[in-house]
Each structure stands twice: as C-alpha cells, then as structure tokens.
C-alpha cells in the first residue's frame, strides 16, 4: 500500500521556522520526484518545492526560494521542507506528493500520490 505522511506543521510566528517531513512507503522511492504542495481557503492547490530522488535536482516557487528548503533522505524514504523566516502568506494546508520518473516541474496534476496534509498557520 503507497502512504506518504506529513508531519511537522503546526502554528509559529512571523519570522520563524518549522520543519515539515514526508514518510514515503509502497513504492520505489529513487523512481520518484517528491513534491510539496499548498492549498491556502479559497485559493488553489500551488507547487512550493519538489526534489528528485534520483538525482537531486530541485524546483522552488518563487514565493518561497531562499527562505525554504527540501531535502530528501533516502536511506528514510523520506522528504524534507525546511521553511525559515516564514510569513503570514505562507499558511496553508502543506501537502505532500510523488510524481513517478519527475521532471521536477512540480504540478500537481502530474503527481501520482498524495499525503492526507498538514496545517501550517503563520500568525503576524
């Protein structure tokens, strides 16, 4: 059975950190790109940050480049997103997904699974 899980959301302050993990399980991790994803109320679903498994090579919105960071642990089977200086904006549902062969171009239409997500609230 694939499962992907999310952890590490929660509620912090302008300005400051958390660190969201993705368990993967069920399939062939290093065939895969894993993606975050966000859904804000009212907005839709966006592409943050996706990293393939495989080789390495990433993808950042704009929104989010030099201020989050993922990484991926292999030997885990698991994704990380480690998000600094973090701002009102960014509060939102983080999902995270697989796309099977990525190109790492992080939509979410070409991903194949999907975590059951977690709440990430920045207060100002």
């Known amino acids: 059975e694939v499962q992907l899980v999310e952890s590490g959301g929660g509620e912090v302050q302008a300005g400051g950190s958390l660190r969201l993990s993705c368990a993967a399980s069920?399939?062939?991790?290093?065939?895969?790109?894993i993606g975050w994803f966000r859904q804000a109320p009212g907005k839709e679903r966006e592409g943050v940050s996706c990293?393939?498994?495989?080789?390495?090579?990433?993808y950042y919105a704009d929104s989010v480049k030099g201020r989050f960071t993922i990484s991926s642990d292999n030997a885990k089977n698991s994704v990380y997103l480690q998000m600094n200086s973090l701002k009102p904006e960014d509060t939102a549902v983080y999902y995270c997904?697989?796309?099977?062969?990525?190109?790492?171009?992080?939509?979410?239409?070409?991903?194949?699974?999907w975590g059951q997500g977690t709440q990430v609230t920045v207060s100002s």
């Open positions: 997904a697989a796309e099977l062969y990525g190109l790492v171009n992080c939509r979410a239409y070409e991903h194949d699974y």
């Open positions: 069920g399939f062939t991790f290093d065939d895969y790109a």
């Open positions: 990293i393939s498994v495989r080789d390495g090579r990433t």
